[in-house]
């Protein structure tokens, strides 16, 4: 039974409580993904592109109708220095979090977390201008 299908058997909150020991084939790499290696009982993205599944409206409830890919965006640190990956679903644009699992492609998380800094909201050229305009000197010492 795949993922989308298996949320009309089981009981609203069952993934809350239960271990999620399903595998299933990425919608967006193609390979197959099986629950073991992730470090948690809850395996919810590809750990060789990072990508997942619009499944859930809370976590583990298995209640979203939309099934959307949930392309990888960000990546944070939660307060307990643990890192997470922030998801943005393609179909309705939801935003959710997914701590990262234990077996993720390191290479790409990287690139996910330094984004910002390769692509900044602003030109580099004018940081000089942007720190005077911001009170600063505008001077940068290097």
Known sequence: MNRENRKKSLEKGYYRTHPC??????????RPVSPAGAGSQ?????PYCLASQHL?????????????VMDPIA?????????????????????????VAADDNPMKLMSIAMKPVASPPFPLERIEEMTALMGGSGELKW
């Open 21 to 30: 020991q399903e595998s299933f084939v990425c919608k967006v790499c193609g």
């Open 56 to 68: 859930d409206m809370e976590p583990g409830d298995r209640a979203a109708d939309c099934g959307g």
């Open 75 to 99: 990546v944070w640190v939660r307060k307990n220095g643990e890192w997470a990956l922030l998801h943005r679903c393609r179909i309705c644009g939801a935003i959710s979090s997914n701590r």
């Open 42 to 46: 809850h395996r919810n993205h590809c």
